[in-house]
């Protein structure tokens, strides 16, 4: 669990600095195709000028997490009677082989240098407890509107087609459409989230 959450949350973290301009998009590009190496998503290669950075990030990110998680698997197997014994020295990570080592510990160095010192992640962080209180109620409460088969109001029928093919099925059950929310807002970087939420408050920034 402890490997999951270096993995997933060290990338991440890069995405929203990105996002956030505080790293350049060039330098996390080259760390993740490091890694992946030749091994890229097909969508990743049909990719053009047109598609955003947060979508070929996107799809890189789960390429990386891909092959960090197969190398946390080979660390955990080459590492497990010493992991059970409770006498491993450092964690799942340090245990991991070449470019997937790097490439955490590249992460999060970069994160603990370019971004958790800037005063606008603090800021993020915050107000995260209210992002999420936002989201969860507007993406929920879509779904609770057209349970059943109900007709949603214009407003849930609008953040629903926000969604597209990933809204929840209006006939599943409601327990089954609020984890597909979940796990939609799951998806997103505190930039993206903390944008989306003053979105849907009409507290949009200035551009």
Same mark, same amino acid.
């Given at each position: 669990?402890?490997?999951?959450?270096?993995?997933?949350?060290?990338? =991440?973290?890069?995405?929203?600095?990105?996002?956030?301009?505080?790293?350049?998009?060039?330098?996390?590009?080259?760390?993740?195709?490091?890694?992946?190496?030749?091994?890229?998503?097909?969508?990743?290669?049909?990719?053009?000028?047109?598609?955003?950075?947060?979508?070929?990030?996107?799809?890189?990110?789960?390429?990386?997490?891909?092959?960090?998680?197969?190398?946390?698997?080979?660390?955990?197997?080459?590492?497990?009677?010493? +992991?059970?014994?409770?006498?491993?020295?450092?964690?799942?990570?340090?245990?991991?082989?070449?470019?997937?080592?790097?490439?955490?510990?590249?992460?999060?160095?970069?994160?603990?240098?370019?971004?958790?010192?800037?005063?606008?992640?603090?800021?993020?962080? =915050?107000?995260?407890?209210?992002?999420?209180?936002?989201? +969860?109620?507007?993406?929920?409460?879509?779904?609770?509107?057209?349970?059943?088969?109900?007709?949603? $109001?214009?407003? $849930?029928?609008?953040?629903?087609?926000? =969604?597209?093919?990933?809204?929840?099925?209006?006939?599943? $059950?409601?327990? $089954?459409?609020?984890?597909?929310?979940?796990?939609?807002?799951?998806?997103?970087?505190?930039?993206?989230?903390?944008?989306?939420?003053?979105?849907?408050?009409?507290?949009?920034?200035?551009?």
């Amino acid at each position: 669990m402890e490997a999951a959450d270096d993995i997933c949350y060290a990338l =991440i973290d890069l995405e929203d600095g990105v996002e956030m301009e505080l790293l350049q998009y060039a330098e996390v590009e080259a760390l993740l195709l490091d890694l992946v190496g030749d091994d890229l998503p097909e969508t990743y290669r049909q990719l053009g000028p047109r598609d955003s950075r947060r979508r070929k990030l996107a799809i890189l990110r789960g390429k990386a997490i891909e092959h960090l998680t197969n190398a946390a698997a080979r660390a955990f197997v080459e590492q497990q009677t010493a +992991l059970l014994g409770g006498h491993l020295s450092g964690d799942l990570v340090e245990h991991m082989h070449g470019p997937a080592k790097h490439c955490v510990l590249q992460a999060k160095d970069m994160a603990r240098n370019k971004i958790f010192q800037d005063k606008r992640k603090t800021l993020h962080e =915050i107000g995260a407890y209210t992002t999420l209180e936002i989201l +969860l109620n507007t993406f929920c409460g879509a779904a609770l509107e057209q349970h059943g088969g109900r007709t949603p $109001s214009f407003k $849930s029928r609008r953040v629903l087609d926000l =969604i597209g093919n990933n809204a929840p099925d209006p006939h599943a $059950s409601l327990h $089954s459409a609020f984890l597909r929310m979940i796990d939609f807002i799951a998806g997103m970087t505190d930039s993206y989230a903390s944008e989306m939420a003053r979105e849907m408050t009409g507290r949009s920034s200035p551009t």
